[in-house]
T-cell receptor, first 112, second 113 residues
Framework: GESVGLHLPTLSVQEGDNSIINCAYS??????FIWYKQESGKGPQFIIDIRSNMDKRQGQRVTVLLNKTVKHLSLQIAATQPGDSAVYFC???????????FGTGTRLQVTL | GAVVSQHPSWVICKSGTSVKIECRSL??????MFWYRQFPKQSLMLMATSNEGSKATYEQGVEKDKFLINHASLTLSTLTVTSAHPEDSSFYICSASVGETQYFGPGTRLLVL
């Protein structure tokens, strides 16, 4: 079936560097994408979203890029901090009753 | 922002007992809530969609008679794990929709002995 997947299961970055987390999706009908951050033992936390009619959206220290041609989504975190250490999930909404399909997740480890 | 709470945050029960988990939207009304299960180091797996005032829609492979969902009001959905067994031990997370965006609760850790 169609799915959302991530290229890198674990990403290690040094504090202060920029992080890029990637996600590939296969459903061309998906029109809405969300990035979530999940810390250990907690529920996912909304970070940023983007619609398919956009290719870039910026938030505070985060930027999401969408490339519909290759069905690729990325999350960029500027000046990564220890508090950014978590598992990051991309999720796509194909428009079916607001259901989300989650990717496998990438663990971001921030080293000092 | 949209705040979702869950209760309890963790529960330990004996095999064969039933456990009820509550999911509440605190500052908004949610006609649709979702229940997920997450095993260690894995992604979230959607179990069912909970619709206020109607029956829940279960994902393929999820037993509706084992995982009872009730969405009696616009701010509360409950998941009851009936006759729980050790294999039901997991992290259960609910979410509530605001438009297309889902906001998640803090999760409930269930351990069945």
């Amino acid at each position: 079936g169609e799915s959302v997947g991530l290229h890198l299961p674990t990403l290690s970055v040094q504090e202060g560097d920029n992080s890029i987390i990637n996600c590939a999706y296969s459903n061309s009908a998906s029109d809405y994408f969300i990035w979530y951050k999940q810390e250990s033992g907690k529920g996912p936390q909304f970070i940023i979203d983007i619609r398919s009619n956009m290719d870039k959206r910026q938030g505070q220290r985060v930027t999401v890029l969408l490339n519909k041609t290759v069905k690729h989504l990325s999350l960029q975190i500027a000046a990564t901090q220890p508090g950014d250490s978590a598992v990051y999930f991309c999720a796509e909404n194909t428009g079916t009753a607001s259901k989300l399909t989650f990717g496998t997740g990438t663990r971001l480890q921030v080293t000092l | 922002g949209a705040v979702v709470s869950q209760h309890p945050s963790w529960v330990i029960c004996k095999s064969g007992t039933s456990v009820k988990i509550e999911c509440r939207s605190l500052d908004f009304q949610a006609t649709t809530m979702f229940w997920y299960r997450q095993f260690p180091k894995q992604s979230l797996m959607l179990m069912a969609t909970s619709n206020e005032g109607s029956k829940a829609t279960y994902e393929q492979g999820v037993e509706k008679d084992k995982f009872l969902i009730n969405h009696a009001s616009l701010t509360l959905s409950t998941l009851t794990v009936t006759s729980a067994h050790p294999e039901d031990s997991s992290f259960y997370i609910c979410s509530a929709s605001v438009g297309e965006t889902q906001y998640f609760g803090p999760g409930t850790r269930l351990l069945v002995l």
